[in-house]
Structure formats: C-alpha cells, structure tokens
DNA sequence: GCATTATCCTAGTAAACCTATAGGAATAAA
DNA sequence: TTTATTCCTATAGGTTTACTAGGATAATGC
C-alpha cells in the first residue's frame, strides 16, 4: 500500500509542476487545493527539500518550488525517496538489498523469482514516466 | 512491502505444490524445511484453508493438502488472501475498491492514473503464474 | 527596527498493523 | 488410552503511519 505520504508528496510535486513559472508557492496553497493537512504536508516539503526536489523562500512571498525540470524527474526517483524500495522484498530490491534470514538460496527461492518480475513490472512503468507526464 | 505472512503462505503453497501426492504434510515439516516458526505458520495454514486452498486432517498421520490442482491456482488468488489488495491504493483496487477521502474526483488525479498503469503491470504478472510455474 | 509572514526543525503521540507466542480444546490413529 | 496433530482465541510487544504542537529562524515591507 501506497503511504499517505508518498501520495501526498507525489500530489505537490505534480500541483508545482503545472505551475507555469518557479515562483514559490505556500505550503498553504497547495495544502488547500489537495486537501492535505497543513502540517504533515510541511514535513513532507521539507523532506523533498532535502532530497533535492525543491527549493524554498523563506518569508512573506516565500514558498516551495521545483528546482528541476519536471520533464528530468522521474517517477522512480520520487518513489524510492518518498515510499523507500519499489521491489515488494528486500532481497529483491535494487537500490535497498536485504537478504532475507529465512531463505538459504536466493537463486532457488520462488517467491524471489515472482518478485523479480513484478519489480521490474513496475519498474518500468515508473522508469516510463516524468513528473511532466504526471501534470499532464 | 510483502509481509511475511504472504511470504511464508507462499511457501508453504509451493511447497505442497511441489508433493507428489496429496498425502497430508504436517505443519512442524514445513516449518522447519521453510525456516518458518511453527506457530507463526500454523495460522497461517489455518487461514488458507478456511480460504479454500487446502484441506487438513488431524491427528496422527494429519496435516495439510492442497485441494486443486496447482496449475488451476494463480497467484492473483493467492495474494489477495494472504496480502489483500494488489493495487498500491484502495481507489484504484479492482477488488478492494475505497474512495480517497481528499480526492474530489478520481479521473483527474495524476495519482490514480498512475497507479492504475502499476496496478495493471503486477496483475499481468500474478495472473500468468499459477502455483505449479511457481514449483518449477 | 519591528511586525508580519513564511519556512525550519525536533519531538511527541494515538492508532493501526505486524509478527509472532501461549495455551488449551478437539479430533484421529495406533 | 496414549500420542500426535490440527483448531481456535487471545494477547503481547514492536514497528510504522499519520499526524500535531510549538517554537526557532529567516525574509519582506513599512
């Protein structure tokens, strides 16, 4: 399941992206339009912020704004900061690899073989799709 | 992320699939072949056959069978018994279906659209796999 | 300089969910 | 009647989620 956070997240990031041009908007304005609490929407700017999403303006005028073309952002990106691993097991995951305690054999292991290929499934969808897709 | 329920009531599946016969195999066999704690599995077992997977016999000699035929199981099935929905959010859930709370109308959310594409892309995957591709 | 308007930051919290575990009842076989 | 097994309910303990509180910090405009 997709956190609220991730969704959240994913809704600002597409509400900045259809702004025309990179003038800060409030945490306020977006948090109205999306109806999103004021607050836990602030925690997750600030997160974006500080993965290199946005930029921000302190003060009156002030606000959020994307610091990258939404053409160069892609959803595989924004998934893995916002929600973590995209693979459903860890021993599976490209970016966020576990093995698990349980299993002896990775290579010999049948629920490692379905996740493979809904990970890459997914993958690909993400992989296929930029941040200006999503404000489309 | 997969929880290890569905992950140990996947193996347990596979393994049963694996049987040459459909002789009863007990809990405690599974358990320990699978890395599993016993009582942990046992729930699960209990579940899967109140959900129409498997068959038991008690007592000595007893344990647990599957009831089909593992080609006819698909995994699509399996997974929404034992992790629920197959979609990342409830709005977009073809048997699981919630209206989001913030969202005023589904068809423009970028979201939606997107978890639809992802939604569409696992079930490919679980819907061409049955128990017995899973034995292999 | 001062008031106002924003973001910044740390912490805390209630509820839900996950991963088991405990302990005994029911049933079947030898 | 003993032993082996599943059946069933309850619950404990930990983790995660979805917020909320409250003040610090910084920028703007008068």
Known sequence: MLSKKTKYGIKALT??????????????????????????????????????????????????????????????????????????VPCVSLNFYEKCEDCPDEHNCAVHKLMIEVRDSSLKVFRNTSLADMAK
């Open 15 to 88: 509400y900045l992206a259809r702004q025309e041009n990179r003038t800060p908007v409030q945490i306020a304005t977006i948090a109205n339009s999306e109806n999103i609490s004021l607050k836990f929407l602030e925690s997750i700017l600030l997160s974006l912020r500080k993965n290199g999403f946005l930029g921000s303006k302190k003060g009156k005028g002030g606000g959020y704004y994307l610091l990258k073309d939404p053409k160069e952002i892609m959803m595989t990106t924004v998934m893995r900061v916002l929600e973590g691993p995209i693979a459903m």
